[in-house]
């Protein structure tokens, strides 16, 4: 921007630039407005679970179908997650469109912002099953002779004995049954 040579171009120019200014924060403000306004709705691929989310990704409703009662709580809690993940990986394309539509996708602070929102929400893993938890150990507390393995598994062998020399027929350690306190 050329600097004008009066005092009037002057104020001219710092009249624009400051509507200029105004005018981009007006378009930031009805963003937010927007992107704050926004909520997305999700539903688990079964129908058990549904839940909707803020446009910061926090969870804002919670519902899960009694039919889910009869599914392992690790399976409830994992489809929880992965329809949570689903809808959060949504975030990033309704920021775009919002920006899109107030201050335009070329503006540099949008792309940051997108760019953000795409590390921070990234798409959900891949709906391929989840592998079967692994089965804990089982401990059991009591006296070990009251413990009966479960059918299929079978008992641990018994430790083995530990090795012990034979006593020498020239060892006199029993002091001839008499005590060595005297």
Known sequence: ??????????????????????EKADRYQEMASRVQG?????????????????????????????AAGTKRMAEVAGEVMRTLQKAQSRIPELLQQAMAETIGTQDETANVLFTEAKKNFPAPPSDDPPAAPQRAQEIRF??????EPSPGRHAAPPPPQPHRRPPRQDEDDDFDGQSFLR
């Open 142 to 147: 009591g006296i070990e002779d009251d413990y």
């Open 38 to 66: 926004l909520s997305i709705s999700e539903t688990s691929k079964d129908g058990l679970i549904r839940l909707t989310i803020g446009s910061n990704g926090i969870l804002q409703h919670l519902e899960i179908a009694e």
């Open 1 to 22: 921007m050329a600097v004008p040579e009066d005092i009037g171009g002057s104020e001219r120019m710092l009249q624009q630039w400051q509507a200029s200014i105004q």
